[in-house]
Each structure stands twice: as structure tokens, then as C-alpha cells.
């Protein structure tokens, strides 16, 4: 066999094996699975507020924690918000929710929605739409109802003016309104409560962030009427103090 024929068949081998190569990583499980699973389970938790408030009568430490598992089509969604006076739990308010996105910048949410603190606590179904409404406003708009016949309302909007790179002022306005009297949770018909309030975090780094601010709440319509009857305060302007943080 002279060196010409060689080289020939060495050549010929080479691009058998490489072709063989090719069918055998386009065949294997792990290959396949590692090129398909564009959309992997991963998690986040968010503490957006973990806070000491200037309110009276007494101090309060206050929360709003969210915290998620699932894929870019589907979640599991946990949100809880509320407050503590003197250790004791005053407003609470858990969800547990599914998550999924149904437009550019919008998702659906839908599924339990249970109240706690002053009085007996109190469980809904909830369904609610959540994402960025033009201008980049952050939009939380909830329907819930079924335990007593209750059914009730919270629109939540917030906007995040960035002063600098790391300095950021955040408005937040939340409303709630529901469809019938609770006097043993101290809740009216119609208009329920409004919060109003301005913080000014510093973010050390993007996930840990302390600030300060200034919140407004007060009662509406019949749930005022039920907090004066029980010689409660209807409006309260306090200090606040905080964390922001996320991992």
C-alpha cells in the first residue's frame, strides 16, 4: 500500500468516527435533557419591608415578605403582610397562590387568601392580576371572597424614582374595600382602609437596602365608624425605619 492510499484511509476512518461521535451525543439522555430544560426550577424570597413604625398608642414592627418556587410558566407564590404591637399580631394577612404569566409584563394569580389579628381569622378564595402598568407603576389588583358571604377588593400601586445609583424613593398607595359588615374583625361595607407611604432606601448592594419614611393610614366609611365606637384611632401618621432585601 503506498503512502497516498494511506493517508486516504486514515482520512476516511477520521470522519467515521467523528460522524459516530455526533450520532452518540445526539442520542444521549443527559445531552438531550441538559439542551431541552431552558425553563429550570429555581426560588427567591423578598423582603421588601421589615420595619420599626413610630405608631400610637404603641411601636409597631411590621413586614411584607413574598417568596416564590417554580419556572418562567408557573409558580408557587407566597405573600404575607402585617404588623406586631407589644408581640401581639394585630393585621395579617397570608396568601398562597399559583403564578403565571399570561402577557408581556402581566401575570395571573389565584388561590388562598387567609386573615388574622384583631378577632377570629377569616379565609378566602382570591384570584388577582399583578405586573407593570405603563410608566412602570407596580399594579396588585386582588378580588376574594367566600367565607360568611364576604367578598372584598386590594389595589396595590407602588413607583420607584431612582434619585441615584443606589439611592431610591418608593410611593406606595394600597386600598381596600369589602361588601359587608365584619363587626367581629372590625371591617365595614364599602371602603375599608387606605395606606399611604414614602421610603427613601440606600441600597449598599442591589439585594440589601435599609431606608427610611413616612406612612399615613387610616379607617373608612363603616370600619371608622366601628374603630371610633370602640374608642379606636381612625387616622395615624408614623415614622418608619427599615431593611430591603432579597436573596
Given amino acids: 500500500m503506498n503512502k497516498y492510499s494511506a493517508r486516504k484511509y486514515v482520512s476516511i476512518g477520521l470522519v467515521l468516527a467523528l460522524g459516530s461521535m455526533r450520532v452518540a451525543a445526539a442520542e444521549s439522555p443527559t445531552m438531550d435533557h441538559a439542551l431541552m430544560d431552558d425553563d429550570p426550577i429555581i426560588g427567591s424570597v423578598l423582603v421588601d419591608e421589615l420595619e420599626w413604625q413610630d405608631t400610637s398608642p404603641a411601636d409597631a414592627m411590621a413586614w411584607d415578605v413574598s417568596a416564590w418556587i417554580g419556572r418562567d410558566k408557573g409558580r408557587v407564590l407566597l405573600r404575607s403582610e402585617g404588623e406586631s404591637v407589644n408581640g401581639d399580631i394585630e393585621g395579617l394577612r397570608a396568601e398562597l397562590l399559583w403564578w403565571r404569566p399570561v402577557a408581556t409584563w402581566w401575570n395571573v394569580v389565584g388561590g388562598l387568601r387567609q386573615d388574622a389579628g384583631t378577632g377570629p381569622g377569616r379565609t378566602y378564595g382570591l384570584i388577582g392580576i399583578e405586573g407593570l402598568a405603563p410608566y412602570w407603576f407596580h399594579v396588585e389588583a386582588d378580588l376574594f371572597g367566600g367565607e360568611r358571604g364576604q367578598f372584598g377588593t386590594r389595589i396595590e400601586s407602588s413607583y420607584e424614582v431612582r434619585l441615584t445609583?443606589?439611592?431610591?424613593?418608593?410611593?406606595?398607595?394600597?386600598?381596600?374595600?369589602?361588601?359587608?359588615?365584619?363587626?367581629?374583625?372590625?371591617?365595614?361595607?364599602?371602603?375599608?382602609?387606605?395606606?399611604?407611604?414614602?421610603?427613601?432606601?440606600?441600597?449598599?448592594?442591589?439585594?440589601?437596602?435599609?431606608?427610611?419614611?413616612?406612612?399615613?393610614?387610616?379607617?373608612?366609611?363603616?370600619?371608622?365608624?366601628?374603630?371610633?365606637?370602640?374608642?379606636?384611632?381612625?387616622?395615624?401618621?408614623?415614622?418608619?425605619?427599615?431593611?430591603?432585601?432579597?436573596?
Avoid at 221 to 229: K, L, N, P, W
Fill in 165 to 247: 445609583n443606589r439611592l431610591i424613593l418608593t410611593p406606595r398607595m394600597e386600598l381596600q374595600a369589602f361588601s359587608r359588615d365584619d363587626e367581629a374583625t372590625g371591617i365595614g361595607s364599602g371602603l375599608s382602609k387606605l395606606e399611604a407611604g414614602l421610603r427613601l432606601r440606600y441600597e449598599i448592594r442591589r439585594e440589601f437596602a435599609p431606608y427610611i419614611g413616612i406612612e399615613w393610614t387610616g379607617s373608612l366609611g363603616d370600619t371608622a365608624d366601628m374603630a371610633r365606637t370602640a374608642d379606636e384611632p381612625v387616622r395615624d401618621t408614623h415614622l418608619v425605619a427599615g431593611l430591603r432585601f432579597w436573596f
